[in-house]
């Protein structure tokens, strides 16, 4: 029955009856949300623009505004550029495992509910990416179970971990791009 949107200027609304009826809830940020997702009733995140997330411990009654930053080592004009990326998406396996991806391939985990978030992502570079900015951005992310997931965005690429994010590695899709040819 519990449903929530977020939106533009920091939007969220929360339905209590299966979307029959919207609640403004005041998030509290002023950019774009673009994901939200609840660990249970009460605890859930959403991310957005310039690095933005917030999180709620009530249900949505009140959130707290936060920034997600990187904790990779970056040149100074990697750092410059990176510093506030955009937050596609937020995902929880459990009450403790989450992950956020977005802009720059930027990949992040959390093991603690989102107290801290770790950097994942530094295993791509080499994976024919010589550089933290030239990791595609990723648009979605989903795990079976805190080792085995999937991170998708642009370009078709998606990368696959089998141990928790330690190390991430691209796959090559297997569809047809309706011509006839691979």
Same mark, same amino acid.
């Given at each position: 029955?519990?449903?929530?949107?977020?939106?533009?200027?920091?939007?969220?609304?929360?339905?209590?009856?299966?979307? %029959?009826?919207?609640? *403004?809830?005041?998030?509290?940020?002023?950019? &774009?949300?673009?994901?939200?997702?609840?660990?249970?009733? *009460?605890?859930?995140?959403?991310?957005?623009? %310039?690095?933005?997330?917030?999180?709620?411990?009530?249900?949505? *009654?009140?959130?707290?505004?936060?920034?997600?930053?990187?904790?990779?080592?970056?040149?100074?004009?990697?750092?410059?550029?990176?510093?506030? !990326?955009?937050? &596609?998406?937020?995902?929880?396996?459990?009450?403790?495992?989450?992950?956020?991806?977005?802009?720059?391939?930027?990949?992040?985990?959390?093991?603690?509910?989102?107290?801290?978030?770790?950097?994942?992502?530094?295993?791509?570079?080499? =994976?024919?990416? &010589?550089?933290?900015?030239?990791? !595609?951005?990723?648009?979605?992310?989903?795990?079976?179970?805190?080792?085995?997931?999937?991170?998708?965005?642009? =370009?078709?690429?998606?990368?696959?971990?089998?141990?928790?994010?330690?190390?991430?590695?691209?796959? =090559?899709?297997?569809? *047809?791009?309706?011509?006839?040819? !691979?």
């Amino acid at each position: 029955q519990h449903g929530w949107i977020v939106g533009e200027d920091g939007l969220i609304l929360h339905s209590d009856d299966g979307g %029959k009826t919207w609640a *403004k809830q005041i998030s509290g940020a002023t950019v &774009y949300l673009f994901s939200i997702d609840f660990i249970d009733a *009460k605890r859930g995140w959403a991310v957005g623009d %310039k690095a933005t997330a917030v999180h709620t411990e009530d249900g949505g *009654k009140t959130w707290s505004l936060s920034k997600i930053g990187s904790d990779q080592k970056l040149s100074a004009d990697e750092a410059l550029l990176a510093q506030e !990326p955009v937050l &596609y998406s937020v995902r929880f396996l459990d009450q403790q495992n989450g992950w956020i991806v977005g802009e720059f391939g930027n990949i992040w985990h959390t093991t603690d509910g989102g107290t801290s978030w770790r950097t994942q992502q530094e295993t791509l570079i080499g =994976e024919g990416f &010589y550089d933290a900015l030239d990791i !595609p951005t990723f648009f979605g992310a989903a795990f079976s179970d805190t080792q085995n997931g999937v991170v998708a965005g642009l =370009e078709t690429k998606i990368a696959r971990t089998r141990d928790g994010g330690t190390k991430w590695k691209f796959e =090559e899709l297997g569809f *047809k791009d309706g011509t006839g040819d !691979p």
